[in-house]
Nanobody, 111 residues
């Protein structure tokens, strides 16, 4: 059974930082492209960042220069380092691998 479990969300002031983690089990982690998505209230879920098995990364324009996605294949874990957070980053953040999704972790940025 595949499981993706996120952690690291919380409440932070604008300009602050958080690091999200997502640990996977039941999949061959190192072969998978990994993604972080987010969904704000009343909005569609959007892709925030992705990292392929070879290590290349992609980001949505709104987080470029502020967020960094990384992976540790030995720990079956993908990270999202979020710096210079803005109120508009407030959302539930989900990690994903292939068609598998985590349960989400809430990030709230206060102004």
């Amino acid at each position: 059974q595949v499981q993706l479990v996120e952690s690291g969300g919380g409440l932070v002031q604008a300009g602050g930082s958080l690091r999200l983690s997502c640990t996977a089990s039941g999949i061959i982690f190192r072969f998978n492209d990994l993604r972080w998505h987010r969904q704000a209230p009343g909005k569609q879920r959007e892709l925030v960042a992705a990292i392929i098995s070879g290590g290349s990364t992609n980001y949505v324009d709104s987080v470029k220069g502020r967020f960094t996605i990384s992976r540790d294949n030995a720990k079956n874990t993908v990270y999202l380092q979020m710096n210079s957070l803005k109120p508009e980053d407030t959302a539930v953040y989900y990690c994903a691998a292939s068609h598998y999704w985590g349960q989400g972790t809430q990030v709230t940025v206060s102004s």
